[in-house]
């Protein structure tokens, strides 16, 4: 099931970027968590889930099938967003295994795209369930900007020893813009380390990031209003956490108005720079000190900051406790632990801090 028409999508398509080394990764939604947040999602019966799960599996094998992917590959499930209860978590348990085992049964092998608060902790708690079947690839979404596959640090509910085996794909930032071959595009990032379409190659470097730069930078100078469209909208719907269909109509007026006047700025419902800075305050908390360095004898302010954003007692002095605390977050981060706080050391900080 898509929200749009194949387009250049075919199995010449699919044969052409293989040919020139791309790896492709064969994901199908359909219905949704009953408790998804997203509005306007058609969602899952939950006395019908196991039945649900398997017609989308045949679905889904059709068109792989129909794109000339045949038994043998990968196809993820996305399962969006969810704020799970017991019986919304055990129907999509429920779908997910009937996904998997039919998907298995037509000789294909099966994935789950999800957070790890939800779908990967649910799918985790089920594993060994009796007639739980797992799929044998998951996908999580957690934009923190680290490039591995594990997130037990962040989800305790989501293990390491669970999917351990080149299982896993992270989806670790998003609403990028980058260039590749001369044609700019909008794209979410992944870390690979599952099946996928294609054969294994060396990983593409991507453009030089900066830690100055965040998902919103591209679009400081975009102007929205009612009528827009396009790869612009989808991000600032994304970040306003409204329905995302990439036109700017009266559900994203709204929800942009909301904003604005919870910012205390012009409630004109534009999305002018001062909203894509706000935005970008909102959820890069410490972007203003990423351009500073502190270190073990600092004192003032921004030392204050940085120990709450570390979660320890703010005593405005960056003596060794403070410089312990930042070595262990630049080793979670599997950076040099210096203890010195610059540039790429704020944003792993400001990855953990609870939002």
Same mark, same amino acid.
């Given at each position: 099931m898509r929200a749009c028409g194949d387009g250049n999508l075919s199995a010449s398509w699919v044969a052409r970027v293989r040919a020139m080394g791309w790896r492709?990764?064969?994901?199908?939604?359909? =219905?949704? !968590?009953r408790c998804v947040t997203q509005s306007g999602l058609a969602t899952i019966s939950s006395t019908a889930a196991s039945a649900q799960g398997t017609a989308n599996a045949n679905d889904a094998v059709s +068109?792989?099938?129909?794109?000339? &992917?045949?038994?043998g590959t990968p196809i993820y499930y996305d399962m969006e967003g969810c704020s799970p209860s017991a019986?919304?978590? %055990?129907?999509? *348990?429920?779908?997910?295994?009937?996904?998997?085992?039919?998907?298995?049964?037509?000789?294909?092998?099966?994935g789950a795209y999800g957070n790890p608060g939800s779908l990967m902790t649910d799918m985790s708690r089920s594993a060994a369930s009796p007639g739980f079947a797992p799929p044998d690839n998951v996908w999580f979404a957690h934009w923190n900007g680290l490039r591995n596959t594990s997130d037990q640090s962040s989800y305790p509910g989501f293990p390491n020893n669970q999917w351990s085996h080149r299982q896993r794909v992270h989806q670790y930032d998003g609403n990028l813009y980058q260039s590749w071959g001369g044609v700019g595009v909008s794209i979410d990032a992944d870390w690979v380390d599952a *099946?996928?379409?294609?054969?294994?190659?060396?990983? !593409? /470097?991507p453009p030089t990031a900066s830690p100055a730069t965040t998902r919103y930078t591209p679009y400081k100078g975009v102007v929205l209003q009612h009528g827009s469209v396009g790869a612009a909208v989808v991000v600032l719907q994304r970040a306003l956490r409204a329905t995302v269909d990439g036109?700017?109509?009266?559900?994203?007026?709204?929800? $942009?108005?909301?904003?604005?006047?919870?910012?205390?700025? =012009?409630a004109n419902g534009?999305?002018?720079?001062?909203?894509?800075?706000? $935005?970008?305050?909102?959820?890069?908390?410490?972007?203003?000190? +990423?351009? $500073? *360095?502190? %270190?073990?004898?600092? *004192?003032?302010?921004?030392?204050?900051? $940085?120990?709450?954003?570390?979660?320890?007692?703010?005593?405005?002095?960056?003596?060794?406790t403070t410089t312990a605390a930042v070595k !262990?977050?630049? !080793? /979670?981060?599997? &950076?040099?632990?210096?203890?010195?706080?610059?540039?790429?050391?704020?944003?792993a900080i400001e990855n953990r801090m609870p939002r």
């Open positions: 492709l990764i064969p994901t199908y939604v359909g =219905p949704q !968590a +068109r792989a099938r129909h794109f000339g &992917m045949g038994p019986s919304c978590s %055990r129907t999509v *348990t429920n779908f997910i295994s009937a996904w998997t085992s039919e998907l298995h049964h037509l000789g294909y092998t099966s *099946t996928v379409v294609g054969t294994p190659g060396p990983v !593409a /470097k036109g700017f109509g009266p559900l994203t007026l709204a929800v $942009l108005v909301a904003f604005e006047k919870q910012q205390k700025i =012009p534009i999305a002018n720079r001062l909203v894509w800075d706000r $935005l970008e305050a909102r959820d890069y908390p410490l972007i203003a000190y +990423r351009g $500073l *360095t502190r %270190r073990q004898g600092s *004192t003032g302010g921004v030392v204050v900051v $940085l120990q709450r954003a570390l979660r320890i007692a703010p005593t405005a002095v960056f003596g060794p !262990a977050i630049q !080793a /979670k981060a599997k &950076m040099t632990q210096t203890g010195v706080v610059s540039g790429w050391t704020w944003v």
